[in-house]
């Protein structure tokens, strides 16, 4: 089955605690990217990546990392986390850049 | 700066009958547009998409009009089900280059279908 597989989906840490968010996909996509879904604003993409070390800011970058080592793999890395980090994130692969499957979210909570 | 929007938070559609969706644009590089549909505690699924040299896409009781001049896309769903309610987000993405990866999310409609 096709599918995006993110861990974990659910994730309550505190200030400054380093944490790392897995996105994998068996797809054989070209495209990975990260957002994130805060009320009123939508999907906000944070990063994006074209291939195994090709990576791109998206819109809302700070405070977040990326590594493509793999091209199935497209951690997001919070190397010091803080409460307006505190979010709905998704994960998503797709061929073309677009048309891209989502992942089914990781619930963050920062305190 | 909110370069893809939507303006109607929500909308209400008894069953049967036409929903219309609709998002606005400002960034004229946009050349690639689509339509997400998101249940709660899910990812979103790809619905729709549209390129900007054509005005109009149907797949089933799915259609996106394009209005490049007014820098407008809208979603017509018909007839409306009570399947379809869940939250719709327009996307756009600009041409060329390292830009194929981004896209432009709108801020969502919540569309409730009556039964």
């Known amino acids: 089955e096709a599918q995006v597989t993110q861990n974990p989906r659910y994730l309550i840490t505190v200030t400054g605690k380093k944490l790392t968010v897995t996105c994998s996909q068996n797809?054989?996509?070209?495209?990975m990217s990260w957002y994130r879904q805060d009320p009123g604003l939508g999907l906000r993409q944070i990063y994006y990546?074209?291939?195994?070390?090709?990576?791109d800011k998206g819109d809302v970058p700070e405070g977040y990392k990326v590594s493509r080592k793999e091209k199935r793999n497209f951690p997001l890395i919070l190397e010091s986390p803080s409460p307006n980090q505190t979010s709905l994130y998704f994960c998503?692969?797709?061929?073309?850049?677009?048309?891209?499957?989502f992942g089914q979210g990781t619930r963050l909570t920062v305190v | 700066d909110q370069q893809v929007k939507q303006n109607s938070p929500s909308l209400s559609v008894q069953e049967g009958r036409i929903s219309i969706l609709n998002c606005d644009y400002t960034n004229s590089m946009f050349d690639y547009f689509l339509w997400y549909k998101k249940y709660p505690a899910e990812g979103p699924t790809f619905l729709i998409s549209i390129s900007s040299i054509k005005d109009k896409n149907e797949d089933g009781r799915f259609t996106v009009f394009l209005n490049k001049s007014a820098k407008h896309l809208s979603l017509h769903i018909v007839p409306s089900q009570p399947g379809d309610s869940a939250v719709y987000f327009c996307a756009a993405r600009a041409a060329g280059g390292t830009s194929y990866g981004k896209l432009t999310f709108g801020q969502g409609t919540i569309l409730t279908v009556h039964p």
């Open positions: 797809m054989n996509h070209e495209y």
């Open positions: 990546s074209m291939n195994v070390e090709v990576t």
């Open positions: 998503a692969s797709s061929l073309s850049g677009a048309e891209a499957f």
